[in-house]
């Protein structure tokens, strides 16, 4: 995450979160779902997106993109899956949990200033672990959003322009940035 403003944004900078927190997916799934979907029993793809795909934030242009790419790769891969059902067993018992929490209590973040802890509390690592595992020990698809905000936030988008901007400004998103410390 660079924490940058987008017109401060290197092409190194862009070109790095990217490859980080978009291109790695496609280089993963290229790498195993063919096996995956030669096997009768399938597998479980997980991808880590964030709350910020759909949100978006101010200094956080080329984050956010790469985080609302991986929404809609999962979408697709779902899509995918479905259409290659009749051709590939494996596709028919293939799992795909999409993740989406809101700020995470990491390194990474930890010079994020949190907007509101009451409507945005940070989401402790481990929580969101045992979760993941928990919907891949049940054998199920699905989406992950925690906290409670990140599993409404998709409204957001369906309300007018200019409540949005209140919201916006409620919350403090974006103001979040302000502060950050890159930690490289």
Request: glycine fraction near 8%; hydrophobic fraction near 45%; charge should be positive.
């Amino acid at each position: 995450m660079n924490g940058k403003s987008l017109l401060s944004l290197s092409a190194a900078e862009v070109q790095r979160n990217f490859n980080v927190n978009l291109l790695s997916h496609f280089h993963t799934l290229h790498a195993f779902l063919p096996a995956m979907l030669d096997r009768p029993e399938g597998g479980t793809i997980v991808t880590v997106s964030s709350v910020l795909g759909h949100l978006g934030a101010s200094h956080l242009s080329d984050y956010t993109a790469a985080k609302a790419g991986l929404i809609a790769m999962h979408t697709s891969l779902r899509a995918e899956l479905s259409s290659l059902a009749a051709q590939k067993s494996g596709a028919r018992q293939i799992r795909t949990i999409l993740v989406k929490p809101g700020q995470l209590s990491t390194p990474l973040f930890a010079s994020v200033k949190t907007p509101s802890s009451f409507f945005g509390p940070v989401v402790e690592p481990v929580v969101l672990a045992k979760k993941i595992v928990q919907m891949v020990d049940k054998g199920r698809s699905g989406v992950i959003a925690e906290p409670f905000y990140a599993r409404q936030i998709e409204w957001l988008g369906v309300l007018p322009h200019g409540l949005q901007s209140v919201a916006r400004w409620f919350s403090g998103v974006d103001k979040a940035m302000s502060g950050f410390a890159a930690s490289r």
